[in-house]
């Protein structure tokens, strides 16, 4: 089944306390982005990467680390989480870069830092 | 970045009924997508416009793309209950080559539609 997954779903961590959300996705898919979603703030996008080892910054990219070292996968790392990162991230895809390419997304996982 | 304004945030409306939502923008975008929302679930994309004038059918729902392009509609014919969800809108920026790096969500419409 093609599909983006995302790991965990949940998760509850502290201040300071590195983590990393892990993407992957099935469909051998070009481009992968990262986006926070918060109430009435709406889908921001955090990073997005065209190809492997190529990556830029989103909209709202402070704090945030990524790679994209496999197609396939392209993980979000917060080395020093704080509270204002409590958010539920979704981690998506699409065949192409175009901006009418469907973006595939992820299930999301609900992030809360004490 | 370029803003997409959604309207109305939130709709409540009985089952059978009509409803539109817009998207309004003052930038041009080389294409726009509709996406819904469901509770627990990433977005899924309903239907992508790229000529301006252009309208799409999917079922029950109809979609416009202005004819500048800067603006954008939803039609539901008949609400079901099945129709509820967040739906979003997303431009994909002129001014950034139309790639998928512009991107730009609206803050999306709750739609509840109740039996």
């Known amino acids: 089944e093609a599909q983006v997954t995302q790991n965990p779903r949940y998760l509850i961590t502290v201040t300071g306390k590195k983590l990393t959300v892990t993407c992957s996705q099935n469909m051998n898919h070009e481009y992968m982005s990262w986006y926070r979603q918060d109430p009435g703030l709406g889908l921001r996008q955090i990073y997005y990467s065209m190809n492997v080892e190529v990556t830029d910054k989103g909209d709202v990219p402070e704090g945030y680390k990524v790679s994209r070292k496999e197609k396939r996968n392209f993980p979000l790392i917060l080395e020093s989480p704080s509270p204002n990162q409590t958010s539920l991230y979704f981690c998506?895809?699409?065949?192409?870069?175009?901006?009418?390419?469907?973006?595939?997304f992820g299930p999301g996982t609900r992030l809360t830092v004490l | 970045t370029q803003l997409l304004e959604q309207s109305p945030q939130f709709l409540s409306i009985q089952e059978g009924e009509n409803l539109t939502v817009y998207c309004n923008s003052s930038s041009v975008f080389s294409s726009l997508q509709w996406y819904r929302q469901e509770p627990g679930e990433g977005p899924v994309l309903l239907v992508t416009v790229v000529t301006g004038g252009e309208v799409k059918k999917l079922k029950r729902l109809t979609f416009q793309f202005g004819d500048a392009r800067k603006d954008s509609s939803l039609h539901i014919t008949a609400a079901q209950p099945g129709d509820t969800g967040l739906y979003l809108c997303a431009g994909a920026g002129i001014y950034s080559g139309g790639g998928a790096d512009g991107l730009t969500f609206g803050k999306g419409t709750h739609l509840i539609i109740q039996p």
């Open positions: 998506a895809s699409s065949y192409g870069t175009s901006g009418y390419d469907e973006q595939f």
